[in-house]
């Protein structure tokens, strides 16, 4: 399991759907991709990053992050992802997330839609 943290605001979120998009993007950036049967492409690949120079890793980390974070957890929006290095020189993604403010258009739009 690679290791990453997770660095959210709350605003915009109620107190118990800020606590499960917490656990939804901990579970999704903490399963390799490819290792989930039904949904091959659930989790972050980490191990195509390993060899390339530093740059070129965090860049390529990044956009995995966000492509996956905004597939699978479309209620928060990556806003930011920062590296520090840990031991051996691993990588480790700060991933900074905030709500999605169009996520919750999109409900309005469906709630209006049913009535």
């Known amino acids: 399991m690679a290791e990453f943290k997770l660095i959210g ?3 915009g979120f109620s107190e118990e759907e800020f606590k499960d998009v917490i656990l939804c993007l901990t ?3 903490s399963v390799r991709a490819g290792s989930q049967p039904l949904d091959r492409e659930f989790g972050i ?5 390993v060899g390339y120079p530093d740059p070129i890793a965090q860049n390529t980390l990044s ?16 806003d930011s992802v920062k590296f520090t290095k840990g031991v051996d020189g691993q990588l480790i993604p700060h991933i900074h997330f905030v ?3 169009s ?3 999109e409900d309005a739009d469906e709630e209006d839609e049913d009535e």
Do not use: C, H, Q
Not at 45 to 49: F, L, V
Not at 67 to 78: G, M
């Open 45 to 49: 690949e980490y191990d195509g990053i």
């Open 103 to 105: 996520y919750e258009a």
């Open 99 to 101: 709500k999605n403010d």
């Open 27 to 29: 579970t999704l950036l």
């Open 63 to 78: 956009v995995e992050i966000m492509d996956k974070v905004s597939r699978y957890e479309p209620r928060a929006e990556v």
């Open 9 to 11: 605001e709350s605003e």
